[in-house]
């Protein structure tokens, strides 16, 4: 029996893992000549918001799974990879900050979707504020979980240090999903993002951003200055800004503390106050650092979960 011949503009088919490594639906779709691979929330409710979950520097989506997946059932969920990290092909265009920020644009215009809200991690909050200054109408809300850019994380010599010291405060199996990421991405791509991602004024325009915005800290970042400067720095402007310190937590909070971002997240969506759940551990804890002067105000309600 002859293979099939695949008709030209429709996305190549790629050999999936034998045990899908989500409970969302793991696609593909071609964007601009390059086969995209995405994962989807498999049921959404049909009137579900958005959520889009933006991956971090040399990354695939796949870190991101645990907090989408805890999302899915309430929001509808994509988590792409975009052009250029993980399974998804390459361009030549897609290592500046800008670049990636469009390529989420292409993305949803591939989607059908029209508006959003965006979670990042890391490298993926600089592209989610770069999104929000482009296309101010297609977002909603931001969540920036470790956001990362700026000179805090210069010179290059510095940022190293700074992630062989957050290495051991992650979850041992992380190595698992970022090595082969890592190794994937390459060394040329490292470096010439590495110098996009620190020259971008990160702080600067998070302050900027005209909608509600959720900034979640871990208390244990060394790629981050600590939260009582964050607040020093916030405070000098009337900013949409809410700012979350997790106690116990490193860099990877999306992949280390999927339970505990997953319902800051709820929560601020519904604009609840930032209240922990008994449930969790003594050591996990979360603390509101910084309320903009814009941001929504709190209100009652059930509860988050």
């Not at 062989?164 to 199996?173: I, L």
Request: glycine share 6%; charged share 25%.
């Amino acid at each position: 029996m002859s293979a099939r011949r695949v008709p030209a503009g429709e996305p190549q088919p790629r050999k999936l893992p034998r045990r899908p490594a989500s409970s969302l639906a793991e696609k593909w779709t071609r964007i601009d000549g390059v086969d995209v691979f995405y994962r989807e929330s498999p049921t959404p409710p049909a009137d579900a918001r958005v959520m889009a979950h933006v991956h971090g520097f040399g990354l695939s989506g796949r870190y991101l799974l645990p907090t989408a997946e805890r999302l899915a059932d309430d929001f509808h969920t994509f988590v792409p990879d975009l052009p250029g990290f993980g399974r998804s092909g390459k361009r030549r265009d897609m290592l500046d900050i800008p670049d990636l920020a469009h390529a989420t644009a292409d993305f949803f215009d591939d989607r059908g979707v029209e508006r959003a809200t965006l979670v990042g991690n890391s490298m993926g909050c600089p592209v989610i504020i770069e999104f929000a200054h482009h296309y101010p109408e297609r977002i909603d809300r931001a969540v920036l979980v470790s956001p990362a850019g700026g000179l805090y994380n210069q010179p290059l010599r510095r940022a190293i240090q700074q992630l062989a010291m957050d290495t051991p405060r992650e979850p041992t199996r992380m190595a698992k999903v970022a090595v082969p990421d890592y190794v994937r991405f390459g060394v040329p791509s490292t470096m010439r993002l590495f110098k996009a991602l620190t020259q971008y004024p990160t702080l600067q325009r998070l302050l900027e951003m005209r909608i509600p915005t959720l900034v979640v800290l871990g208390e244990r970042d060394p790629l981050l200055p600590h939260s009582q400067r964050i607040d020093e720095v916030a405070s000098q402007t009337d900013s949409h800004v809410l700012v979350v310190l997790l106690e116990g937590a490193a860099h990877a909070i999306n992949f280390s503390h999927p339970d505990q971002l997953a319902h800051v997240i709820k929560l601020f969506m519904n604009d609840r106050p930032i209240e922990n759940d008994p449930q969790w551990p003594g050591h996990v804890r979360l603390y509101e650092v910084h309320r903009g002067k814009h941001h929504p105000r709190p209100s009652s309600g059930g509860p988050a979960d």
